[in-house]
């Protein structure tokens, strides 16, 4: 059992930048591919980024390269998502998830991660 829980949101006007923070529980966070996604509503949640169990593959929707930076600790059990040049596009509630052993290349079209955090609203103002 994994226990996912979000910080780090929080509102920011246009050109700013937040960091996320995703704090883990449990023995096994190193073998989870770990995932930002975010959703607005009226609209169904989307992947943002994800990053294997070892922190050496990422993966961004295009939207976000550049501006967006996964990493994680497996000492800590916390996955980080550093968001720069923020866009009131960029508002959303944004979720950290989790996948078992989950294959990097394939994780942007997942839709059954294994474990969920609660979320934590982002909102840029313009």
């Known amino acids: 059992q994994v226990q996912l829980v979000e910080s780090g949101g929080g509102l920011v006007q246009a050109g700013g930048s937040l960091r996320l923070s995703c704090a883990a529980s449990g023995r096994t966070f190193s073998s989870y591919t770990m995932a930002w996604l975010r959703q607005t509503p009226g609209k169904e949640r989307e992947f943002v980024s994800a990053?294997?169990?070892?922190?050496?593959?990422?993966s961004y929707t295009d939207s976000v390269k550049g501006r967006f930076t996964i990493s994680r600790d497996n000492a800590k059990n916390t996955v980080y998502l550093q968001i720069n040049s923020l866009k009131p596009e960029d508002t959303a509630v944004y979720y950290c998830?989790?996948?078992?052993?989950?294959?990097?290349?394939?994780?942007?079209?997942?839709?059954?991660?294994?474990?969920w955090g609660q979320g934590t609203q982002v909102t840029v103002s313009s």
């Open positions: 990053i294997s169990w070892n922190g050496r593959s990422t």
């Open positions: 998830a989790a996948k078992y052993q989950a294959y990097i290349g394939t994780i942007a079209t997942t839709k059954a991660f294994d474990y």
